[in-house]
């Protein structure tokens, strides 16, 4: 059931209107998520469940430096990319059963 959910999520089209540049780095970072919350066990705890969501934030925060200090990549994680991560992390979050009224994304991020 969980997996079933989580597998639905197409990040791909998702990110269709973010920067060409980073829309493979954040589409991956989604899919390791994606892949760390299908992992674990039904009973996982909260904060197992949160660790894999802080894992999946602080790679996106490197990431997001990276883009800012690389003159050959075209864009970053600005609005719109904000936005579509957010939404699709608290989404998976959502699923396995965080709830995003907490705004425990925020905790790590730095994009």
């Given at each position: 059931m969980k997996s079933e959910e989580l597998n639905s999520i197409d990040f791909k089209s998702q990110l269709e209107d973010c920067y060409e540049d980073v829309k493979p780095y954040l589409e991956a970072e989604l899919e390791k998520l994606r892949k760390?919350?299908?992992?674990?066990?039904?009973?996982?705890?909260?904060?197992?469940?949160?660790?894999?969501?802080?894992?999946?934030?602080?790679?996106?925060?490197?990431?997001?430096?990276?883009?800012?200090?690389?003159?050959?990549?075209?864009?970053?994680?600005?609005?719109?990319?904000?936005?579509?991560?957010?939404?699709?992390?608290?989404?998976m979050g959502s699923i396995v059963g965080l709830d995003a009224d907490t705004d425990y994304v925020d905790e790590w991020r730095e994009w």
């Open positions: 760390r919350l299908i992992a674990l066990p039904d009973n996982a705890s909260e904060g197992d469940k949160l660790a894999a969501v802080q894992h999946c934030v602080e790679a996106l925060n490197i990431l997001s430096n990276t883009f800012d200090d690389d003159e050959n990549i075209d864009g970053g994680i600005d609005t719109d990319e904000r936005e579509i991560l957010c939404e699709n992390i608290y989404q």
